[in-house]
């Protein structure tokens, strides 16, 4: 029988290692334009900057380089990955494919605690948003945005997807600051938010494809508008 005592000893999110904790700053940095795309990422500067030894630095821009967000080119070293509209379309026709298959399925689950916890991952993203808007907290809405899509790809059953998703995160979000910051979109990205979250809840899986697809086709258009022009530059 277990000793009541010694359970409440068990650690329900062990904390983070110095290693994680320099792999999130420096994805945020890249994510926000702190780092500009094609920048050297140097050593020492590095190490300066962050309070952390050369080993901590070269295992996160490993980690990094996975992910798509750092480069590693031959006699420069690594440097922030370029982003090119090619690059953003197929990320974007990715998410189409993935996204409105989940959110589909999770229409027709018709699962309450499902709606429940959409919902509640929709208020926390409201809640990033507002933050975003008048403290310039991009890491925090990021979280909530994959927190809302982990939401539907766990409830849809569609793991395997949602680890392609995972491996695509931090150029998604790459993606999201340059879209989020842009006037001209045909409705603010926490609209479609909305819309699929409230066609998953009624039921309706076709307008839950919808709401996803007009979503990226928004977000995308943004995106080339902004990547094309920087590559004709």
């Not at 994959?146 to 997807?161: L, S």
């Not at 899986?205 to 990547?227: F, I």
């Amino acid at each position: 029988m277990e000793n009541p005592a010694l359970a409440q000893l068990k650690i329900e999110q062990p904390p983070a290692t110095l290693r994680e904790i320099v792999q999130e700053k420096m994805r945020e940095a890249i994510i926000s334009g702190v780092f500009s795309p094609g920048e050297r990422l140097v050593e020492r500067p590095l190490c300066d900057q962050l309070g952390v030894s050369r080993t901590v630095i070269r295992e996160t821009i490993r980690y990094l380089e996975a992910e798509g967000l750092v480069e590693i080119l031959p006699n420069r070293g690594p440097i922030v990955a370029p982003l090119s509209w090619e690059d953003a379309r197929q990320i974007y026709e990715i998410r189409r494919m993935l996204e409105t298959a989940a959110a589909m399925a999770c229409a027709q689950s018709g699962s309450a605690s499902l709606h429940a916890e959409l919902q509640a991952a929709l208020e926390a993203l409201k809640q990033a948003f507002a933050q975003n808007a008048s403290e310039a907290l991009p890491g925090a809405l990021f979280k909530a945005s994959t927190g809302f899509y982990q939401v539907m790809f766990e409830a849809a059953g569609h793991h395997i997807a949602w680890e392609v998703v995972n491996r695509l995160n931090g150029r998604i979000s790459r993606l999201r600051a340059m879209t989020l910051s842009a006037s001209d979109r045909t409705q603010p990205g926490l609209f479609h938010m909305q819309a699929i979250c409230d066609a998953i809840v009624a039921g309706d899986a076709a307008a839950a494809q919808r709401a996803v697809e007009t979503h990226l086709a928004d977000a995308s258009a943004v995106a080339e508008r902004l990547l094309s022009g920087e590559e004709k530059e």
